[in-house]
C-alpha cells in the first residue's frame, strides 16, 4: 500500500515536471462561452497548462496596460481585433512574423484579422475568434407582408421598399430597427452598408478621412428617410445597445443589422422567432460585412514564448476549428472551413462565415476614438444625418471631427 | 483629584505633556499613514503625470504644461463644466425641497412612522450604478413600465433619452429618489435637536405652523444646511455614474459632465497625462467653491 502510494506520488511528479509550465491566458467576456470549453480541451491533453482570465470587454485595454506596467502581462491575449494596431504600435505584442507565415493553412486565415495585425510590415497577431455582421429579418412578418421570406433585400431601394411593406402592417410592427445611441453597433452594421456601396469613411492606410464622400451620404440619407417615414420606432434613437438585439427578438421588427452571435441567442432563447440571415447590401447590390472577432497574440514580457505560441497553434488546428469553436456558436477563422458539419445543421451560419472572408475592418490606430466612443465623431454624424439637421451638415462635421483625430499625437 | 496631586502637578507638566504628545501622535499615526498612502502619494502622481505625455500603453514623455494649455483651449472641457454646474443648480434644491418635506412628514410619533422612514431611505443604501441601471430599464423605450405609462398619457412622444431635456429631467428623477432620503436623515436629526420648548413658546404667543417653521426650524436648521449643501455640490460636481449609465452622454453630447470628460480623455483616448490635469482643475474648483460656501455660511452663522 504504501509502495503504491509512493509510486503515485512519484508519478505525479513525474507529469507535473512533464507539465513543463503554466501559461496565463486572458480573454474578454464576450468569449467566455466558447473559451472556456475550448482551455478545457486543452489542458486535458495534457503538456502546457493554460490558466484562462475571463475580463470583462470594457476594461479590457485598462487591465491589459496596468498589467504590462506592472510587469505581469499574460503570455497569451485575445483581444478585439481593432485594438491590435494600437496595442502593436505602443510597443507591447511579440513579433510573430515568421511563425505565422510558416503556417501551413496561413493563406485560409481570415484575411481582415490578418490586415489588422500587421503594423509596419510585421505581423503581431493571428486570428483567433470571428463575428460577421449580418442582415437578420424576420420570415413571419415578410409573409404576412406578401413578401418572399426567402428573397432578403439585396439593395437600397428594395430594403426600404420591403420595410415599408412590413410598417404597413401596422400596430406596433416597423420595418427596420438599428440602435441610433449606439456607436460600436452601428460601426458593424452601418459601415458595410458604405462599404457595399463602394465607400469607406477612412482611406486605405487608415490615415485620412475620406467621410464626406457620395457612398457615405447614400447610406446615411437612406436610414433619414426610414427614419422620416417612421419605418423605425421612436426608441432607436436613444437606443445604447441595450436593445440592439432585443428589439428584433420582440417580433415586431422586419429586419436589422446584427452580428452571427445572434443566430445561437435567437436559436436558444426565442425560439418562436422565425428569422434569416442575409448579407448587408449596398446601394446598387453587392454586399459586404464588418469582419470583427478577437485576434490572438503574445504580448512583450511573456516568459514562455515557446509554449504560447504552441497553444494559439492548437487554436487553429481544424479539429478545434471545427469541434470547438464551431459547434460552440462561433464562426471558424479559416475560410477553408466555414462550411463544415456544424454549419450544415443551420445553413444560416455560412452566410457571415462567406463574409468574414469578403469582410471589411476599419485599420486605424485611432479606433476607439473615431469609432467606438459614445461621444465621438462617429456617432454624432450618424445621429445628426438621420434625426438631426441632415446628412450635408454631419459629413461635413464629421470629415473635419475624423481629420482632427487622425492628425492628433 | 486629591489635594496632593494638585499640589504635585506643576512640577510635572512638561514632561507629561511631552509624553502624551507623543502618545497623541502615535494615536494619530494610522489614519496619517491611510491619508499619505491613499491621497497625498496619489495626489502627487496625478500631479507628476499630468505634466507628462502619459499614453495608457508605451512610455510616457515630459511635456511641462503642455496639459494645462490644450485644456485652456479644450471646448468639450468647459461646457462639460458648464452642464455639470446647470445640473448642480438644478439637482441641488430639488434634492432639498423633497428632502425637507419628508423630512417633516416623518418627524412626528405616529405610528408605523418609522416604516416610512426607512422606505424614504432605502434607496440610499443600494449603490448609484446599480439603482441608474434600475432606472435605465424603467425608462427603456421596449420594455420600461414608466416610459410606457408616460407614452399611455401622451406625456412624451419619444423615449426620455431621445432628447437632452427629457434625458436631464430622467437623471434627475433618478438621483432625487436615490439620495434624497440621506438629506431627510440629516434635516430630520436636525429638526430632532430642537428643543419642543421653543414650539410651545411660539404657540403660546400665537404663531402659526408656518410661522412655527419660518421662525424656528428654518434658522436653527441653518448648519445641517450647511452640510447637506457642502455634501449635495461636491457631490453634484462629482457626477458620472448616472450620466454614464442612463444617457451615456447624449443625446448629442449634451449631457457630459466633467469626470465623464475625465474618463474619456483618459480611457478612450488613452491620454492619462490629460487626465490627470482635468482632475487637478476639478479638484482646485470644488476646492474653491467648498471654501466660497464655507465663508458664507459662517458669516451668516452669526
Known amino acids: 500500500m504504501k509502495k503504491l502510494l509512493f509510486a503515485g506520488l512519484l508519478l505525479l511528479g513525474f507529469s507535473s515536471a512533464l507539465a513543463q509550465a503554466t501559461i496565463t491566458f486572458w480573454v474578454r467576456d464576450s468569449d467566455q462561452g466558447f473559451v472556456e470549453p475550448l482551455v478545457k480541451a486543452y489542458n486535458a491533453k495534457g503538456g502546457t497548462q493554460v490558466k484562462l482570465t475571463v475580463i470583462p470587454a470594457g476594461q479590457f485595454v485598462t487591465k491589459f496596460a496596468t498589467a504590462v506596467a506592472g510587469g505581469s502581462a499574460p503570455d497569451v491575449v485575445a483581444i478585439d481585433l481593432i485594438y491590435v494596431p494600437s496595442f502593436a504600435a505602443a510597443d507591447q505584442m511579440t513579433d510573430l512574423t515568421d511563425l505565422a507565415k510558416a503556417l501551413p493553412y496561413a493563406k485560409t486565415l481570415s484575411p481582415s484579422h490578418v490586415r489588422l495585425a500587421i503594423y509596419e510590415g510585421k505581423q503581431y497577431a493571428v486570428p483567433f475568434s470571428a463575428e460577421g455582421s449580418v442582415l437578420i429579418y424576420n420570415k413571419d412578418l415578410f409573409k404576412k407582408a406578401g413578401l418572399d421570406p426567402n428573397k432578403p433585400p439585396k439593395n437600397f431601394a428594395e430594403l426600404e421598399d420591403y420595410a415599408k411593406k412590413i410598417t404597413a402592417l401596422g400596430g406596433d410592427i416597423k420595418g427596420y430597427y438599428f440602435s441610433g445611441a449606439c456607436a460600436g453597433c452601428n460601426a458593424f452594421t452601418f459601415l458595410p452598408l458604405i462599404w457595399a456601396s463602394g465607400g469607406d469613411v477612412l482611406s486605405a492606410d487608415g490615415k485620412s478621412a475620406t467621410v464626406n464622400t457620395p457612398a457615405v451620404k447614400d447610406a446615411l440619407a437612406l436610414y433619414r428617410r426610414m427614419w422620416q417615414a417612421g419605418l423605425i420606432p421612436a426608441g432607436a434613437k436613444a437606443d445604447t445597445g441595450t436593445n440592439f438585439l432585443t428589439a428584433f427578438t420582440t417580433g415586431r421588427i422586419g429586419m436589422a443589422g446584427s452580428g452571427a452571435f445572434s443566430i445561437g441567442t435567437l436559436k436558444r432563447d426565442y425560439p418562436k422567432v422565425d428569422f434569416g440571415i442575409a448579407p448587408l447590401p449596398g446601394k446598387n447590390g453587392g454586399s459586404s460585412s464588418f469582419a470583427g472577432g478577437d485576434s490572438i497574440g503574445i504580448p512583450k514580457g511573456s516568459k514562455n514564448v515557446q509554449a504560447a505560441w504552441e497553444f494559439i497553434k492548437w487554436c487553429l488546428e481544424e479539429d478545434v476549428q471545427v469541434q470547438q469553436f464551431a459547434k460552440n456558436g462561433s464562426i471558424p477563422v479559416r475560410s477553408d472551413l466555414a462550411e463544415n458539419e456544424y454549419s450544415k445543421l443551420d445553413p444560416r451560419f455560412v452566410v457571415p462565415a462567406k463574409a468574414m472572408a469578403t469582410g471589411k475592418t476599419p485599420y486605424s490606430v485611432k479606433y476607439n476614438e473615431l469609432f467606438n466612443d459614445a461621444n465621438g465623431p462617429w456617432l454624432a454624424m450618424i445621429q445628426e444625418a438621420v434625426f438631426g439637421r441632415g446628412v450635408d451638415e454631419a459629413v461635413a462635421k464629421a470629415q473635419e471631427s475624423f481629420t482632427k483625430i487622425l492628425n492628433s499625437k | ?302
Open chain 2, 1 to 302: 483629584m486629591s489635594p496632593a496631586q494638585s499640589a504635585r502637578s506643576p512640577a510635572v507638566p512638561r514632561r507629561r505633556l511631552g509624553a502624551r504628545h507623543w502618545a497623541g501622535l502615535l494615536f494619530v499615526v494610522p489614519s496619517l499613514i491611510f491619508v499619505a498612502v491613499f491621497f497625498l502619494v496619489p495626489l502627487l502622481m496625478t500631479v507628476w503625470m499630468s505634466l507628462h505625455n502619459w499614453p495608457l500603453l508605451g512610455k510616457y514623455s515630459f511635456v511641462g504644461l503642455e496639459n494645462y494649455q490644450n485644456l485652456l483651449s479644450d471646448d468639450t472641457f468647459w461646457s462639460s463644466l458648464g452642464f455639470t454646474t446647470k445640473y448642480t443648480l438644478l439637482v441641488t434644491p430639488m434634492i432639498f425641497v423633497v428632502a425637507y418635506a419628508l423630512a417633516l412628514l416623518v418627524n412626528r410619533a405616529a405610528r408605523w412612522v418609522g416604516i416610512f422612514r426607512t422606505i424614504y431611505f432605502l434607496p440610499v443604501v443600494i449603490g448609484l450604478g446599480t439603482s441608474s441601471l434600475l432606472w435605465v430599464w424603467l425608462f427603456n423605450d421596449q420594455v420600461g413600465i414608466l416610459q410606457t405609462v408616460l407614452y399611455r398619457l401622451s406625456l412624451v412622444s419619444e423615449p426620455a433619452m431621445g432628447s437632452s431635456g427629457t434625458a436631464l429631467a430622467a437623471v434627475l428623477v433618478s438621483v432625487v429618489w436615490k439620495t434624497v432620503g440621506f438629506t431627510m436623515i440629516l434635516l430630520l436629526v436636525g429638526m430632532q435637536a430642537i428643543p419642543d420648548e421653543l414650539y410651545e413658546a411660539a404657540k403660546i404667543d400665537g404663531a402659526s405652523p408656518w410661522q412655527s417653521q419660518r421662525f424656528i426650524t428654518v434658522p436653527l436648521l441653518r448648519r445641517t444646511f450647511a452640510l447637506a449643501l457642502i455634501l449635495s455640490v461636491i457631490g453634484s460636481y462629482l457626477a458620472f455614474d448616472q450620466f454614464y449609465i442612463m444617457t451615456g452622454g447624449g443625446p448629442n453630447n449634451s449631457t457630459i459632465t466633467v469626470v465623464y470628460w475625465i474618463y474619456r480623455a483618459s480611457f478612450t483616448y488613452f491620454k492619462l497625462g490629460y487626465g490627470s490635469a482635468l482632475s487637478l482643475i476639478l479638484m482646485l474648483i470644488l476646492t474653491a467653491i467648498s471654501i466660497v460656501q464655507l465663508l458664507v455660511l459662517r458669516e451668516e452663522r452669526r
